[in-house]
């Protein structure tokens, strides 16, 4: 992403690095054991000059992901080689080469899923294993390993909702480099994020899937009197926000005046109520995108973690009218995941492979989240809404509420408020004038959903928009970043009889 003066990226707040630092130190890629055979083995020698892999994730249930896996080695000079693919402590899985004496140049094997036995190995994490033996000694490299991709939400996948918008497009290219386009890279990494998310059941939102601007004609769509880029960006929050989506993506790749620069990265803001939400969906991220990435580190390519940062960015950006009057309500993120300005990082990104296995770092991130997070909640009407009434009158709300998180139900509460209505939706965190609650059973196991009739009295004369929101233990859902329903209703002055 490119745009001066547009990013101010700034140091993880202090409450935010602990918790950073404690969640990136979880990796999904165990460190790799001792292999035989069992003699001492150096990190590495110069006899491999290159050891990656291609064609990673794989998984029948994935198609048309690869089914295969190709493991390439470039030897500078004759060894004997050992390779194997193990699990990520150790236990041997599969052996593709033995002890075989191997001359100089480039030799390839490849792994289609099958283990020492013949039988199909499970889906997960592996490591394929290379050790070299000649007169310089012996060396040994590990490259991770993902066979198919974890299931998201197992509970009821189909109840969650996923909003990607590949950054850029049309008229806004992005980064641009020696004829290469960033929108373009970002495009084809977001399809294949919503090919994988689809297969698993989810439900994506994604803000465009064609080389577009979103803001074609060009529209004040903000309010601010201009025709720029933030009524573009404006349009991609409300993309994730009028779909409550559980959690949004915004898929770029990075730039920098520098082009030594290079590296993954994930953005989060550090001004929203769910700022420690999006820190650790962030974290989840960028651990299975740099994972994804090693697989095809080389001399060429050298995978650099910058870690999750903090930066302001339209579509990331708290309350702030008039310029932001509908902010992100959604637990978001930005992905960074290479430099279109430098030259190594480009490479990669050229190739098909490498998006893939960037779009399946993303699904993997956001599978650990979504299968691990405490609260989620969906709502949605059973019947039409009422849409006008009498200042005081009772009022019913017909609502589905969906358990999309991973505890069950205890002293939920789902309670009405009333803001005064907004142009699209309103951004502001306002709780509003209560109208109404009811308890909601406890045992809502998740993934389950309930019907419930909402008792509510209409406000005094106006227009309004009605939100409703799940409380548990004084905590509202609105402010971990599960977006409240909002429904407009007409309120008027009751007739005095004469």
């Known amino acids: 992403m490119t745009a001066p003066g547009f990013e101010v990226v ?43 892999l291609s064609g990673t994730p794989f998984a029948a ?56 036995r013949g039988r199909t190995a499970a889906d997960g994490q592996y490591v394929a294993r290379l050790v070299t033996e000649n007169g310089r000694g012996r060396a040994r490299e590990d490259r991770p390993l993902r066979k198919g991709l974890p299931p998201i939400y197992p509970s009821n996948p189909g109840a969650i909702v996923i909003g990607v918008d590949p950054g850029h497009g049309g008229r806004y290219p992005g980064a641009v480099r020696d004829g290469f386009l960033e929108k373009d890279f970002n495009l084809a990494i977001a399809l294949q994020l919503q090919q994988m998310l689809e297969r698993a059941g989810v439900q994506v939102v994604m803000s465009r899937t064609t080389d577009r601007a979103l803001d074609e004609p060009r529209t004040d769509h903000n309010g601010d009197g201009l025709f720029n880029r933030y009524d573009d960006d404006l349009l991609r929050t409300d993309n994730k926000n009028l779909a409550r989506a559980d959690a949004a993506v915004h898929v770029h790749n990075d730039a920098n005046p520098d082009p030594a620069v290079s590296g993954t990265s994930v953005y989060i803001n550090a001004n929203h109520t769910w700022t420690p939400q999006a820190a650790e969906l962030a974290a989840r991220i960028l651990q299975s995108k740099v994972a994804a990435l090693e697989a095809y580190r080389s001399p060429a ?18 309350y702030d009218p008039p310029f932001l009057a509908r902010p992100s309500l959604v637990t978001s993120v930005l992905s960074e995941s290479l430099f279109v300005s430098n030259a190594a990082d480009l490479e990669a990104l050229k190739r098909a492979d490498v998006r893939q296995s ?44 969906t358990n999309r998180g991973n505890r069950q139900s205890e002293g939920w509460n789902l309670k009405l408020g009333a803001v005064p209505a907004v142009p699209v939706y309103d951004g502001s965190g306002a709780v509003g004038q209560p109208i109404g609650e009811i308890e909601v059973p406890d045992g809502l196991d998740p993934g389950e959903s309930i019907v419930l009739d909402v008792p509510a009295t209409a406000p005094a004369a106006g227009e309004w928009l009605i939100k409703a929101d799940v409380v548990a233990g004084g905590t509202r859902f609105s402010e971990l970043g599960i977006a409240a329903l909002q429904l407009p209703l007409t309120t008027t002055a009751s007739q005095v009889a004469r």
């Not at 000079?77 to 033995?98: C, E, F, N, Q, Y």
Request: hydrophobic letters at 40%; charged letters at 15%.
């Open 301 to 318: 390519f050298t995978p650099r973690d910058t870690g999750v940062r903090t930066g302001w960015y339209y579509y990331l950006g708290p």
């Open 61 to 116: 249930d994935f198609a048309p992901l690869p089914q295969r896996v190709t493991i390439e080695l470039d030897l500078a000079r004759k060894a004997r080689v050992w390779i194997s693919i193990r699990r990520p402590d150790g236990t041997l899985v599969k052996r593709l080469a033995t002890g075989v004496n191997l001359a100089s140049g480039r030799h390839s094997w490849s792994w289609s899923g099958l283990n020492k």
């Open 10 to 52: 700034s140091p993880v707040t202090r409450r935010g690095r602990s918790l950073l630092s404690l969640l990136l130190a979880t990796t999904l890629i165990a460190p790799a054991l001792l292999l035989s055979p069992p003699a001492t083995v150096a990190a590495t020698n110069d006899t491999i000059r290159s050891f990656t």
């Open 358 to 401: 960037i779009a399946a770092g993303i699904y993997v991130g956001l599978a650990a989240w979504l299968n691990e997070r405490d609260w989620g909640a969906g709502y949605a009407t059973t019947a039409p809404p009422t849409e006008s009434a009498t200042a005081g009158s009772a009022i019913t709300y017909h609502l589905r509420l």
